[in-house]
């Protein structure tokens, strides 16, 4: 990884299954990728001990891989409240767990994510799982969830570097 670089972890969270990706952004729009793969947890655990798996592999993640960033997936669940109350809980350890080992977190609406990677924000998985492949060649995604994180932190680097631009011409006035 070289000084111009940064490391992003994509995170989209789920309670059964929760996909993470890393990948480098060089100067420019340069992508890389670097790792991604799927936590899962034991569905015939407590509520607390899934939790928990998910934020141990979060972290052994973070331990293993030192990413500078995180980005997480906003959920868009239009199913009975009780999955919703269950998701958001998994989405909370995917806030949490980046934001206790000191990365910036940002969060990403589904249909962003989508538009920036694919440029539809309606993108099916497949669309979304094809442009990943094109933009980031090495890939080894072999889950929609894994996928689905490393077009998360697809959309992070593209949106962090808008905002640098647009930042530049004000800091060149100082």
Request: proline share 3%; aromatic share 2%; with cysteine.
């Amino acid at each position: 990884m070289s000084a111009l670089s940064i490391r992003i972890l994509g995170i989209d969270p789920g309670l059964r299954n929760t996909g993470w990706g890393i990948i480098e952004a060089s100067r420019g729009s340069r992508l890389s990728f670097v790792a991604c793969g799927r936590l899962h947890s034991d569905t015939d655990a407590s509520m607390g001990a899934r939790l928990a798996q998910l934020q141990q592999g979060l972290a052994r993640i973070i331990a293993d891989y030192a990413p500078h960033e995180a980005a997480v997936e906003e959920t868009f669940v239009n199913r009975d409240p009780q999955s919703a109350l269950k998701l958001g809980q998994a989405r909370g350890v995917a806030l949490a767990a980046p934001a206790l080992a000191g990365l910036d977190v940002e969060e990403y609406a589904a249909n962003l994510v989508k538009k920036t990677v694919v440029g539809n924000g309606h993108a099916d998985k497949a669309q979304i799982a094809m442009m990943v492949r094109v933009l980031l060649p090495a890939s080894l995604a072999r889950s929609a969830d894994a996928a689905d994180a490393l077009a998360v932190a697809i959309c992070h680097a593209q949106h962090r570097n808008a905002r640098a631009m647009a930042r530049r011409p004000s800091e060149l006035v100082k």
